[in-house]
């Protein structure tokens, strides 16, 4: 059974850092990833990682977020710095495994005041 426990998140002011963490049990998970919805918005890639470390970024976070991964905790983290009210949204962790399953996180709030 495949279970995604995020951590992190909360409020900050703008420019401030926040980190995420989500750790995954169940499987052995390809890429790991995180998304945001925003109210109103469609949810969408923030990040992702493959357990080889090939990294993807929205351009819209490039530069001020670093995703990484331990694969030997099936972890997966999320460092946002530089942080602008824009990126206020839910982020939910996102994992995938080889055979093509895609499993979720509960979600976790990031507000960022300005």
């Known amino acids: 059974q495949v279970q995604l426990v995020e951590s992190g998140g909360g409020l900050v002011q703008a420019g401030g850092s926040l980190g995420l963490s989500c750790a995954a049990s169940?499987?052995?998970?390809?890429?790991m990833g995180w998304y945001r919805q925003a109210p109103g918005k469609q949810r969408e890639l923030v990040a992702a990682?493959?357990?080889?470390?090939?990294?993807n970024y929205a351009d819209s976070v490039k530069g001020r977020f670093t995703i990484s991964r331990d694969n030997a905790k099936n972890t997966v983290y999320l460092q946002m710095n530089s942080l602008k009210p824009e990126d206020t949204a839910v982020y939910y962790c996102?994992?995938?495994?080889?055979?093509?399953?895609?499993?979720w996180g509960q979600g976790t709030q990031v507000t960022v005041s300005s």
């Open positions: 996102n994992c995938k495994i080889p055979l093509g399953g895609t499993y």
């Open positions: 169940g499987s052995i998970f390809n890429v």
């Open positions: 990682i493959t357990r080889g470390g090939s990294t």
